[in-house]
């Protein structure tokens, strides 16, 4: 009886050690960063030149490597230019929000859904605001 619940509690241990989360650990701090990227166009509209898919994929690059969480990124022409960076190396965990204010140029929120649950409420201050 001894030995069998030695083996028991062995077992238990070894399945209890087996077990990985494939999630990174909580951060103790979130990293936020913003740049201006210079009119994040998508379309050919009002004279943009839209960004090219490598122009895409080195913004993506940027973001992933420099360890952001939160990343606003200002000069956005419209949510589909935030969504190309998904589509050209950003990783799916990544979420995007563009702010409804301004004329043609808004500000957009990238956020890690690995570290942030989700944004709401995003607005955008005009000029009068500051």
């Known amino acids: ?9 062995l077992g238990l241990a070894l ?5 990985e989360k494939n999630e990174p650990d909580p ?15 998508d379309t050919l509209s009002s004279g943009d030149t839209p960004r090219s898919a490598d122009d895409y994929a080195q913004v993506s690059r940027l973001i992933e490597e420099s360890g952001f969480n939160i990343m606003a990124v200002q000069e956005v022409r419209s949510v589909g230019s935030l969504d ?4 050209n190396g950003l990783r799916g965990s990544w979420e995007v929000v563009l702010g409804e204010s301004g004329g043609s140029q808004h500000c ?18 005009g000029e ?3």
Do not use: H, W
């Not at 009886?1 to 509690?9: D, H, N, P």
């Not at 399945?15 to 077990?19: A, D, I, L």
């Open 1 to 9: 009886m001894r030995y069998f619940l030695i083996v028991c509690i």
């Open 15 to 19: 399945v209890s050690c087996g077990e």
């Open 27 to 41: 951060p103790e701090t979130l990293v936020v960063g913003t740049f201006n990227i210079q009119f994040l166009s």
């Open 84 to 87: 190309r960076l998904k589509e």
């Open 108 to 125: 957009g929120i990238l956020y890690d859904t690995r570290f942030v649950e989700s944004l709401n409420n995003v607005e955008e201050l």
């Open 128 to 130: 009068t605001a500051g």
